[in-house]
């Protein structure tokens, strides 16, 4: 696990594929360290099959401010996509994703734009299923993606994160039949790592008030290097 960036208050990693973000990230800290005990706090989240870019916290203090600032996001982009009301605010702590997905644009996936949809989590079958309209445990998803390379039969997309729902990005674009490249469970026909990249974070420095930026490079693999 690469560390790209520490200090008293947190710590940005380059989480690896087959690395839990709840449980074996904060442990291969605590080993990093050599301090068993040491607080790692946990703000935000990765699937377990997703590589990229997560900030932890080393201090309580700076684990409420992060998540603070997640919570903020969250409202500012409701609002801002008119599911709740309120006054327009900048989001202050930003995720963006790449991902490889089969095809390229057409009628139900034009070039860019935003997918909105309603996405029911199945914790029997472990999947979740987009449906026609809002019910008990059903929540609705939002994000805003560009097509931005088509090499042969797949297509590198930029994604910006609006909600943060359980395999959102996958089963949004499985729904419209460009599912990402690898990911099985949501219909590509290739079986493999998910070709899913969590390559961009933005958020302000939980003491200092900093705005902080990070961005990773296109993962290596053989599905990637087609888009270098």
């Known amino acids: 696990m690469n560390i790209l960036y520490e200090d008293a ?4 990693v380059d989480k690896p ?7 074996g990230v904060p442990a291969a800290l605590r080993q990093h360290w050599n301090a068993p005990d040491a607080f790692v706090g946990v703000v935000h989240r990765l699937d377990t099959g997703v590589s990229g870019l997560m900030v932890f916290a080393k201090t309580p203090k700076a684990a409420a401010e992060l998540s603070r600032q997640v919570t903020q996001s969250q409202n500012a982009y409701a609002v801002q996509d008119g599911r709740a009301e309120g006054r327009a605010e900048a989001p202050q ?4 994703y790449r991902a490889v997905i089969a095809g390229g644009p057409d009628e139900r996936l034009p070039e860019s734009g935003t997918l909105r949809d309603y996405l029911f989590k199945d914790s029997r079958k472990g999947r979740v299923f987009p449906v026609s309209r809002p019910r008990k445990g059903v929540r609705e998803a939002v994000l805003e ?4 390379q088509t090499a042969g039969e797949n297509s590198l997309t930029e994604i910006t994160l609006h909600t943060g729902r359980t395999h959102q990005i996958r089963v949004q674009f499985a729904s419209r039949k460009h599912p990402l490249y ?12 998910i070709a899913l990249q969590s390559c961009g974070l933005q958020f302000r420095h939980p003491e200092s008030g900093e705005p902080m930026a990070f961005t990773l490079p296109l993962p290596e693999g053989e599905v990637w290097t087609k888009f270098l």
């Open 9 to 12: 208050a947190l710590v940005v």
């Open 17 to 23: 594929v087959g690395l839990s973000s709840e449980e």
């Open 93 to 96: 702590f930003v995720k963006q």
């Open 145 to 148: 993606y560009r097509i931005v």
């Open 182 to 193: 690898g990911d099985g469970k949501y219909g590509s026909r290739v079986k493999g790592n």
